[in-house]
């Protein structure tokens, strides 16, 4: 009891206060005034004009890839450890992945100039707090100027890129509102852009019955839902609203306990972490702090002091069906999957991307975390 008495925070009274009240007034459905607010305050936290909700991250992202002209057989650059469904999402346009390798730093290793220029679309992963180098994201602009970029910053909330905060590097922007994300809507997505152009588009396919008291044609259009309905439950934006407001506040407390593991770890030879020149640039996180080790004994000594997960998803690159959109469709299509063709294990360092677990180092003391990796040296 005590410990369920210590979870209550004032916010959270709030949040379930306001979504209870908002509900008696049947304010639980479509653009409620409350939901536009939350649109508007997010907008000018990520320094965009126009925020626009969904119903996850996914949907987000499929909205994003239509808003900005996809074409049919188009190339689109990405990481192998972009989030699965990204992935499934772009085969779905019938567009194709061209995967590009990473670092232990998390930073894209470019491909050969040709695959740059062969590729119209850009999909930014800033996987686990950690930003894309924006060296790196320059480069590629330099090789191919016409190149669209899309950012994925699901993982990375509050992080910087540069002196910009993630979201700035490219046309428009997506992220996740996940229930363990940083800003959390329990469910949901958005999408961030500075166009007016792709905000329209994004709203016709996919938000049915949005008013735009500019253009009456285009409020028409959002009564077909193109790509399916994506609006947001406008409860969930009650949540997301306190989530943001809370958001530098959090960052700052997990960057502080990442730089105890970071200086701890700093000149151990068995466990690699991430480079970091600016620890106040890292922000929204996922999963964990993470680092790679091929020790057994090591991750084990790891394990008696801190929760440790392990990098679990499948290869889909390796897999010839998650690399070309018709044997994609025809997977979908299939009667019955051959699992076996699906479950490929990585062949890269993705074999050794382990995590201190976000939640345990969320829920343990900035104390508690420099004894623990204390004993781990005492251990070894």
Same mark, same amino acid.
């Given at each position: 009891?005590?410990?369920?008495? =210590?979870?209550?925070?004032?916010?959270?009274?709030?949040?379930?206060?306001?979504?209870?009240?908002?509900?008696?007034?049947?304010?639980?459905?479509?653009?409620?005034?409350?939901?536009?607010?939350? +649109?508007?305050?997010?907008?000018?936290?990520?320094?965009?004009?126009?925020?626009?909700?969904?119903?996850?991250?996914?949907?987000?992202?499929?909205?994003?890839?239509?808003?900005?002209?996809?074409?049919?057989?188009?190339?689109?650059?990405?990481?192998?450890?972009?989030?699965?469904?990204?992935?499934?999402?772009?085969?779905?346009?019938?567009?194709?992945?061209?995967?590009?390798?990473?670092?232990?730093?998390?930073?894209?290793?470019?491909?050969?100039?040709?695959?740059?220029?062969?590729?119209?679309?850009?999909?930014?992963?800033?996987?686990?707090?950690?930003?894309?180098?924006?060296?790196?994201?320059?480069?590629?602009?330099?090789?191919?100027?016409?190149?669209?970029?899309?950012?994925?910053?699901?993982?990375?909330?509050?992080?910087?890129?540069?002196?910009?905060?993630?979201?700035?590097?490219?046309?428009?922007?997506?992220?996740?509102?996940?229930?363990?994300?940083?800003?959390?809507?329990?469910?949901?997505?958005?999408?961030?852009?500075?166009?007016?152009?792709?905000? +329209?588009?994004?709203?016709?396919?996919?938000?049915?019955?949005?008013?735009?008291?500019?253009?009456?044609?285009?409020?028409?259009?959002? =009564?077909?839902?193109?790509?399916?309905?994506?609006?947001?439950?406008?409860?969930?934006?009650?949540?997301?609203?306190?989530?943001?407001?809370?958001?530098?506040?959090?960052?700052?407390?997990?960057?502080?306990?990442? =730089?105890?593991?970071?200086?701890?770890?700093?000149?151990?030879?068995?466990?690699?972490?991430?480079?970091?020149?600016?620890?106040?640039?890292?922000?929204?996180?996922?999963?964990?702090?993470?680092?790679?080790?091929?020790?057994?004994?090591?991750?084990?000594?790891?394990?008696?002091?801190?929760?440790?997960?392990?990098?679990?998803?499948?290869?889909?690159?390796?897999?010839?069906?998650?690399?070309?959109?018709?044997?994609?469709?025809?997977?979908?299509?299939?009667?019955?999957? +051959?699992?076996? +063709?699906?479950?490929?294990?990585?062949?890269?360092?993705?074999?050794?991307?382990?995590?201190?677990?976000?939640?345990?180092?969320?829920?343990?003391?900035?104390?508690?975390?420099?004894?623990?990796?204390?004993?781990?040296?005492?251990?070894?």
């Amino acid at each position: 009891m005590i410990d369920f008495l =210590k979870k209550i925070t004032l916010n959270k009274l709030k949040v379930s206060f306001y979504t209870f009240y908002y509900s008696l007034l049947n304010q639980d459905t479509k653009y409620p005034k409350y939901l536009t607010k939350f +649109e508007n305050d997010i907008s000018k936290y990520f320094n965009k004009k126009f925020a626009i909700t969904f119903s996850n991250g996914t949907t987000a992202c499929k909205a994003a890839l239509y808003s900005i002209g996809l074409k049919k057989d188009s190339k689109i650059l990405l990481s192998r450890i972009t989030f699965p469904s990204i992935i499934s999402a772009i085969l779905l346009t019938g567009c194709k992945p061209i995967f590009m390798s990473f670092d232990k730093n998390l930073q894209f290793i470019l491909p050969d100039r040709e695959t740059i220029l062969s590729c119209k679309y850009f999909l930014i992963t800033h996987a686990y707090g950690y930003p894309v180098d924006r060296e790196i994201v320059e480069k590629i602009k330099e090789i191919n100027p016409k190149i669209k970029i899309i950012e994925d910053i699901s993982h990375s909330q509050g992080a910087k890129s540069g002196n910009n905060q993630v979201g700035s590097l490219g046309d428009v922007a997506f992220m996740s509102m996940q229930g363990n994300k940083a800003i959390s809507a329990g469910e949901g997505g958005l999408v961030l852009t500075d166009s007016a152009k792709i905000k +329209e588009k994004i709203t016709y396919l996919s938000h049915l019955n949005k008013k735009n008291p500019i253009d009456e044609k285009l409020e028409n259009l959002t =009564k077909i839902g193109f790509i399916g309905k994506g609006r947001m439950n406008p409860l969930g934006a009650i949540k997301a609203s306190y989530k943001l407001k809370e958001l530098d506040e959090r960052n700052k407390k997990i960057r502080n306990k990442f =730089k105890i593991i970071y200086n701890h770890l700093d000149n151990n030879k068995s466990i690699k972490l991430p480079n970091v020149v600016d620890f106040d640039k890292l922000g929204g996180f996922f999963y964990g702090l993470p680092f790679f080790v091929e020790s057994e004994k090591i991750l084990k000594k790891l394990s008696k002091n801190f929760v440790i997960s392990k990098y679990d998803w499948l290869a889909l690159d390796l897999s010839e069906n998650f690399n070309n959109p018709e044997k994609f469709l025809n997977l979908i299509y299939s009667a019955h999957i +051959e699992l076996e +063709e699906l479950l490929t294990k990585p062949n890269d360092d993705r074999r050794y991307l382990y995590f201190f677990s976000l939640e345990h180092l969320i829920n343990t003391s900035e104390k508690d975390i420099n004894d623990k990796m204390q004993k781990f040296f005492n251990d070894l």
